[in-house]
């Protein structure tokens, strides 16, 4: 008896074990396979399955009339890369893409379509370079993110949007977003010239800071590694790279069971971050950004003495870092007073300030610097209960890349001017400073 | 007739009979078959909780060559303290059978509903088409109804993804 005789139900479940490629060769042994074989059911689970499609949608997300069509659309369309790492490049999006849309609209809104075969192979004959594989479908996906004159504004001369997000201190902003194939193209020109790299350097620029000219990503296309240019940029072009060596491989060879170049390990690692809520957006006088001081545990600390809690993180500052032994390291203080308030004088208090700081600064476990100070950055935040939480940044130099920082804040209850009971002393609990594995 | 156990010994209860329900396959062969395996299929689990299992049950699409089969994978898969490695051996050596005896092992599952034996025989078909041309698929099944070489040709463009 023929194979169409186990029945419709059994037939359809073998389908589905065998997977869409081994479908498609079903298809042409005789008319009744096809008919079981173009099923929209067993498509429909195929695109669900692979590429996370509810709805049957082509690359450039518009409509087709089935799943089947649609399956076979996305396959053609990438056709000339292995599947696996088609698939995973479309995860790593789908995660960025759906927290923005979530938390970030606006910036998802700059996210560009994807860049077609002939872009990429335009850039890599103006460049002389051959794009990492994973690199190359990243690209397909998305070109990078777009500005337009709304989104720089007064208060966000250089923007706001990156999706790599940043961080600031002192007035000092970063801002990190990724370039499209064309500015790439432009950069990697500018910055090859002025820095006097070979005609026949491996490096583009893929990502840089809108706001300060200073930091720069720059992707080894030979062997898949990202850098980013130290503060002897400029002087020597030194550069440290962004994602650890050992899990780069097989960037460019379409035989091999896993490629991975840094660029997509970064962007997973980043949409990690991002979805766990390790990294969050920061808003700051009414501009919303991607902030790159770490909330949660190890890396961000919490103490409360007296009701208020300081919660403390540290972000490594590569480009003004060096491979001379010269780490910047900048911290964020978040302060607050949770809605029972403080004590003092065995009555609860709904206010305290600020009046004094201390740090114990550790260059690896040992101390390299005691810092004694009025306030913090010159100011003397006045914290009320259950209010919204006070944040300064700030930095320090280390000469190795491990150390810590921990410290106390001097509090009175009530105000300065007019106190209601004596100071007391705030922990700020250790957090460390350390050279991260992912540089962002 | 054996002795009575000594009183002062610890003695296990006397076996309870298994409730066993009988099978007639389509040439007229009987099979019994104990409850616990016969729940594997949830057709005879329905019949059994109806209490119309009480005689004998006429399964009428299968033969009893294969419904002797049938009953030895749900007694094997109703069997106690099996580990999962040497069942699934005795999986293997079970649908270790021609394609025409398994596609029979399939429409049996089908009919009585039996999940663990629908699926693998299922997965046992899909591994034997894994990676074959349709040239080879129509080959180990022997299929005989074939497209036209417009309509093959057809497929193939449509399918084009498939081949490369």
């Keep these: ?440 | 007739m054996s002795s009575p156990p000594s009183a002062s010994a610890s003695s296990s209860p006397p076996p309870c009979p298994k409730k066993m329900i009988t099978l007639r396959s389509s040439d007229g062969a009987t099979f019994e078959i104990e409850e616990t395996a016969a729940l594997q299929s949830k057709t005879l689990e329905n019949m059994i909780h109806e209490n119309c299992a009480s005689t004998l049950i006429p399964v009428p699409n299968i033969t009893g060559e294969v419904l002797a089969r049938v009953v030895e994978f749900c007694s094997k898969h109703a069997e106690a303290g099996v580990d999962d490695e040497s069942l699934g051996a005795w999986d293997e050596e079970f649908v270790a059978v021609d394609h025409t005896t398994l596609f029979d092992y399939i429409r049996a599952a089908n009919f009585l509903e039996i999940p663990t034996l629908l699926d693998l025989g299922c997965q046992t078909v899909a591994d034997m088409i894994k990676g074959k041309t349709p040239d080879e698929i129509k080959k180990t099944f022997k299929i005989t109804t074939a497209c036209t070489p417009e309509e093959e040709e057809e497929v193939r463009g449509e399918n084009q993804w498939a081949f490369e």
């Design chain 1, 1 to 440: 008896m023929e194979l169409e005789s186990v029945g419709d139900l059994a037939l359809n479940l073998i389908l589905t074990k065998l997977g869409p490629e081994n479908v498609g060769r079903v298809a042409c042994v005789n008319r009744k396979l096809r008919l079981s074989a173009d099923e929209e059911a067993l498509w429909s689970r195929f695109c669900s399955e692979e590429l996370h499609l509810s709805a049957p949608l082509d690359p450039r997300g518009d409509p087709l009339p089935s799943f089947k069509a649609a399956y076979k659309k996305w396959r053609e369309d990438f056709r000339m890369y292995p599947w696996p790492l088609v698939k995973r490049v479309k995860r790593c999006w789908d995660r960025l893409q759906g927290w923005l849309l979530t938390n970030f609209p606006d910036a998802a809104a700059t996210l560009r379509e994807g860049a077609s075969e002939a872009d990429i192979q335009e850039l890599e004959s103006v460049l002389r370079v051959k794009l990492p594989l994973p690199t190359r479908i990243l690209y397909r996906f998305h070109d990078g993110q777009d500005f337009d004159e709304s989104d720089f504004t007064e208060n966000t001369p250089g923007g706001s949007l990156g999706i790599i997000g940043g961080y600031s201190f002192y007035g000092y902003v970063v801002n990190v977003n990724l370039l499209p194939l064309s500015k790439v193209i432009m950069e990697t020109n500018h910055v090859v010239q002025h820095l006097g790299f070979s005609s026949r350097s491996n490096y583009i620029v893929v990502a840089a800071s809108s706001t300060s000219g200073e930091k720069l990503f720059f992707l080894n296309c030979r062997d898949g590694q990202l850098h980013v240019g130290t503060r002897n940029l400029p002087f020597d072009g030194e550069m440290m790279p962004c994602v650890p060596k050992s899990l780069i491989s097989s960037v460019h060879d379409r035989n091999a069971d896993l490629q991975q170049d840094a660029m997509l390990l970064w962007l997973e690692e980043h949409g990690r971050r991002l979805q766990s809520g390790m990294i969050k957006l920061r808003e700051d006088g009414g501009v919303r950004s991607i902030c790159l001081f770490p909330e949660e545990p190890p890396l961000c600390s919490t103490a409360i003495t007296n009701g208020v809690r300081i919660r403390s993180s540290a972000v490594f500052v590569p480009e003004h870092s060096d491979l001379q032994n010269e780490y910047l390291f900048a911290y964020s203080i978040r302060m607050s007073l949770i809605p029972e308030g403080c004590m003092a004088n065995e009555m609860p208090c709904n206010f305290c300030q600020l009046y004094r700081r201390h740090w114990i600064i550790r260059a690896n476990d040992a101390v390299v610097a005691h810092v004694n100070g009025d306030g913090a950055i010159g100011k003397f935040p006045l914290l009320h209960s259950g209010g919204k939480e006070f944040v300064y940044e700030s930095c320090t130099h280390l000469k190795s890349p491990r150390g810590s920082i921990e410290g106390a804040f001097t509090f009175v209850p009530g105000r300065m001017a007019d106190p209601k009971g004596s100071f007391f002393s705030v922990q700020v609990a250790q957090f460390p400073l350390q050279l991260p594995d992912y540089v962002f």
